[in-house]
T-cell receptor, first 115, second 114 residues
Framework: KAGVTQTPRYLIKTRGQQVTLSCSPI?????VSWYQQTPGQGLQFLFE???????NKGNFPGRFSGRQFSNSRSEMNVSTLELGDSALYLC??????????????FGPGTRLTVL | DQQVKQNSPSLSVQEGRISILNCDYT??????FLWYKKYPAEGPTFLIS?????DKNEDGRFTVFLNKSAKHLSLHIVPSQPGDSAVYFC?????????????FGTGTRLTVIP
């Protein structure tokens, strides 16, 4: 069974630009969550999508948005990039995350560098 | 505000000895706890979990202990192997609300010396 895939793996952008990251969950998984990892803050939850609906959202500004398609693939978008948005963006999928005891499986991440 | 804390950024242990990684949390609503292991250039990999109704969960060389009164959990790896060298993240969640977001600590880098 293929794991969670994320594209692209690396991305370099400049301040003010926007970026779109993509995540393909494990086949059969319907929940996709996004996390931001930075050296000082560790992994922080961005949002979670289930059946094309945002079900949960972390404490990030509105510049961070996402969506999920009918095949459970998800994208996240960051507009008006700031230097502080440089981070590893991780996507995690799970089968049916009604209770958070369902294991979340992570992709390798997209490394975003904002210059 | 960091609700899950790993106060030791790094730990070095000799091969064959015990590795003990610690984690503290502040939110008394957390009732499900997990450990993830992360190698460079890879996403975190689930290692072991524990529900708040238990105080210990064991899986092979890995044991997680939970002390609810102290809001503290620890991961024991016995015996430690060089392949265990990685960054370990502690995570917590509130399982019963339908909110699935995990709250992670900042990680502890474990180095197992051959």
């Amino acid at each position: 069974k293929a794991g969670v895939t994320q594209t692209p793996r690396y991305l370099i952008k400049t301040r003010g630009q926007q970026v779109t990251l993509s995540c393909s969950p494990i086949s059969g998984h319907r929940s996709v969550s996004w996390y931001q990892q930075t050296p000082g803050q560790g992994l922080q939850f961005l949002f979670e999508y289930f059946s094309e609906t945002q079900r949960n959202k972390g404490n990030f500004p509105g510049r961070f948005s996402g969506r999920q398609f009918s095949n459970s693939r998800s994208e996240m978008n960051v507009s008006t990039l700031e230097l502080g948005d440089s981070a590893l963006y991780l996507c995690a999928s799970s089968f049916f995350l009604q209770r958070s005891t369902d294991t979340q499986y992570f992709g390798p991440g997209t490394r975003l560098t904002v210059l | 505000d960091q609700q899950v804390k790993q106060n030791s950024p790094s730990l070095s242990v000799q091969e064959g000895r015990i590795s003990i990684l610690n984690c503290d949390y502040t939110n008394s609503m957390f009732d499900y706890f997990l450990w993830y292991k992360k190698y460079p250039a890879e996403g975190p990999t689930f290692l072991i979990s524990i529900s708040s109704i238990k105080d210990k969960n064991e899986d092979g060389r890995f044991t997680v202990f939970l002390n609810k009164s102290a809001k503290h959990l620890s991961l024991h790896i016995v015996p430690s192997q060089p392949g265990d060298s990685a960054v370990y993240f502690c995570a917590a969640s509130v399982a019963g609300t339908g909110a699935n977001n995990l709250f992670f600590g900042t990680g502890t880098r474990l180095t197992v010396i051959p």
